[in-house]
């Protein structure tokens, strides 16, 4: 009885038995390490194993968190730099089409000035401000009036060809009609031919060249120029090209149609003839 009592208080303290053992020897371990004294063999290489396995299983999930946080403080910053550059982008994005639009202006106003200083007869330079609450057959305003000189009846061009003639003018503004108007008469010659006619309006976005006889000689793809006659408009300035002839024996005049140059309505900066 008394060596059963023995065995059983043994066995219940085995685990504290061995967990002193275990301090033990690592105490001594490390004390033989201190003084120099090397551990070789099985039992060195058990107690580094062990101690490393640990290390590395404690260790691991530290790194994965590190991994982790280090990656999401990247993903931030590539945001904040994404979302700089996009503003940046905005920005650059701006200025160019300003220097874009600044180009085209410097563009127009030389081609006005070239046309300036090819003409003999005194202008004005001005801009169209608004188009007519009509349409764009029926009229448009520039920045220019009779302070400026500009008087009703005076012709107005621009470098690609004719535009209209002035109907109205204020003192810091006019109203002018296109030569598709219907109100709009000057004379023209074909360039092709020298065949002459008077230039009207027909209201539709083209423009009808009255007067020419069936024995004249026009075709269609002719240019047709501004003559100079009536002191209207400078001589030569395109007005633009033949598109339809009809002859009718009966008819002493020939149906001439004749459409503007394609930038008639998109016009900005205009000469005035005075």
């Not at 968190?65 to 904040?80: A, M, Q």
């Amino acid at each position: 009885m008394g060596k059963f009592t023995k065995k059983l208080k043994l066995k219940k303290h085995k685990d504290a038995v061995v967990l002193l053992a275990v301090i033990l020897i690592s105490s001594a371990v490390y004390l033989f390490s201190v003084k120099g004294i090397g551990f070789g063999g099985a039992f060195s290489d058990f107690i580094g194993n062990k101690v490393y396995l640990v290390y590395e299983t404690v260790d691991y999930p530290i790194a994965v968190s590190e991994k982790i946080y280090k990656n999401y403080i990247d993903l931030i910053s590539v945001k904040r730099n994404n979302l700089r550059l996009k503003e940046e982008l905005k920005k650059l994005e701006f200025k160019y089409n300003r220097y874009r639009y600044y180009a085209i202006e410097n563009r127009e106003l030389k081609s006005l000035l070239f046309l300036k200083n090819s003409i003999s007869r005194k202008s004005a330079a001005a801009k169209i401000i608004l188009h007519g609450i009509e349409g764009w057959f029926y009229g448009l305003y520039i920045n220019k009036g009779t302070k400026n000189g500009i008087t009703v009846g005076d012709g107005v061009i621009s470098y690609d060809g004719v535009v209209g003639r002035v109907v109205y003018a204020g003192r810091g503004r006019s109203k002018v009609i296109p030569i598709t108007n219907p109100k709009c008469v000057f004379s023209v010659i074909d360039a092709n031919t020298g065949t002459m006619g008077i230039a009207n309006g027909a209201g539709n976005g083209y423009l009808q060249m009255r007067f020419v006889f069936n024995s004249k000689k026009i075709n269609k793809g002719d240019k047709i120029l501004t003559s100079g006659l009536g002191g209207v408009f400078t001589s030569g300035i395109y007005v633009g090209k033949v598109v339809s002839v009809i002859k009718k024996s009966y008819d002493i005049f020939q149906r001439v149609t004749v459409a503007p140059y394609k930038n008639l309505f998109n016009e900005k900066y205009v000469l005035v003839e005075k």
